[in-house]
């Protein structure tokens, strides 16, 4: 995988980057708001990444998905901007701030084990369409 440091490269994470935050900004304003007190937009960022991340790991590995910047494009930049560690910790500080503790326990289960169970079958996925 040829993943240097040049213009081609540095545009897709750049591009992919702006689309994915552009993307979970817009599922903050969707979906937060339905349970305020649990950020769902967050949420249902992290759980999509996750797929589309188990997805795109499939492809990458049945060689599909092979042009570096592209694969750049996808993974680091929009899937990196999609997904978000750092709204994550926040939000989970500010519900245990509040005493919330039962939903900030939920809160980061689901974040965490939602996520890699949605990695696995977005790969699952790929190797079912492949056969």
């Given amino acids: 995988m040829n993943s240097a440091i040049n213009f081609t490269n540095t545009v897709a994470v750049g591009l992919g980057a702006a689309l994915g935050a552009w993307s979970r900004w817009g599922l903050g304003i969707a979906f937060n708001a339905i349970l305020p007190n649990l950020p769902l937009g967050t949420l249902i960022a992290n759980l999509s990444g996750g ?64 996520a890699l169970l949605m990695a696995a079958l977005g790969v699952a996925a790929v190797q079912y369409v492949k056969h």
């Fill in 51 to 114: 797929l589309l991340m188990g997805v795109a790991m499939g492809l990458i590995g049945l060689g599909s998905l092979d042009h570096p910047s592209l694969r750049l494009f996808v993974t680091t930049g929009f899937l990196g901007g999609l997904t978000t560690f750092s709204a994550f910790t926040g939000e989970s500080l500010s519900l245990l701030h509040r005493h919330e503790y039962h939903l900030a326990t939920f809160h980061a289960f689901t974040h965490m084990f939602g």
